[in-house]
């Protein structure tokens, strides 16, 4: 089992930035594959970026181009994920997650096998 906490949503104005963190706990928590999801009500949970271990990058290039940055402390089992230039169609639930070993595709829900609370992020002036 793998726990996981995320931080730093907020109430932030258009064009404003914010660093989302991600803690990871529990056994080889640090050997995971991470990735960052977000979820508007009545939506399905969209891919935003992924952090692997071995230094691997992947963006949803449609949803949040250019603006966002994925990183990862393997020493403090923290991912991270910077946001720029906020808009208020970013205003959704930032989830992380842990993906399974075997996982074909970053993209996926299916993929993760351990998800955190959300952190809520709204974004308006």
């Known amino acids: 089992q793998v726990d996981l906490v995320e931080s730093g949503g907020g109430f932030v104005r258009p064009g404003d930035s914010l660093k989302l963190s991600c803690a990871a706990s529990g056994p080889s928590s640090s050997t995971y594959d991470m990735g960052w999801f977000r979820q508007t009500p009545g939506n399905e949970r969209e891919f935003v970026a992924a952090a692997g271990r071995a230094g691997l990058r992947v963006y949803n290039s449609d949803s949040m181009k250019g603006r966002v940055t994925a990183s990862r402390d393997n020493a403090r089992n923290t991912v991270y994920l910077q946001i720029y230039n906020l808009k208020p169609e970013d205003t959704a639930v930032y989830y992380c997650?842990?993906?399974?070993?075997?996982?074909?595709?970053?993209?996926?829900?299916?993929?993760?096998?351990?998800w955190g609370r959300g952190t809520q992020v709204t974004v308006s002036s």
């Open positions: 997650g842990a993906y399974y070993a075997n996982a074909d595709n970053f993209r996926y829900t299916r993929n993760i096998a351990y």
